[in-house]
């Protein structure tokens, strides 16, 4: 079973940073592609970054890249999601989500567990 519980959200300024975290109570994290999403009021959910099982490859959405950064932690069941030179547009509820298989895909329908989000805010 997974069940994924984000944390870390919050109101920053922009220009600043928050790191979120996403952790599974299940016992096989540690075989899942995992991915983060957000939605803003009035808009679709939209790809933010995914990091495959092992770690050893990302894939990011154009408008985070080189802001961004997704690690995990499979000894803690745990993905990050490091967000630095956040902007007002980066406001969004942000979800964990996570998918079997290696590929790191972007569409939603394509990850089969996802989290409960938590609140990003960026003031201007």
């Known amino acids: 079973q997974v069940q994924l519980v984000e944390s870390g959200g919050g109101l920053v300024q922009a220009g600043g940073s928050l790191r979120l975290s996403c952790a599974d109570s299940g016992r096989t994290f540690s075989t899942y592609t995992m991915g983060w999403f957000r939605q803003a009021p009035g808009k679709e959910r939209e790809f933010v970054a995914a990091i495959r099982w092992s770690g050893d490859r990302t894939y990011y959405a154009d408008s985070v890249k080189g802001r961004f950064t997704i690690s995990r932690d499979n000894a803690k069941n745990t993905v990050y999601l490091k967000m630095s030179s956040l902007k007002p547009e980066d406001t969004a509820v942000y979800y964990c989500?996570?998918?079997?298989?290696?590929?790191?895909?972007?569409?939603?329908?394509?990850?089969?567990?996802w989290g409960q989000g938590t609140q990003v805010t960026v003031s201007s």
């Open positions: 989500a996570a998918r079997y298989g290696s590929s790191l895909l972007t569409g939603p329908g394509n990850y089969a567990y």
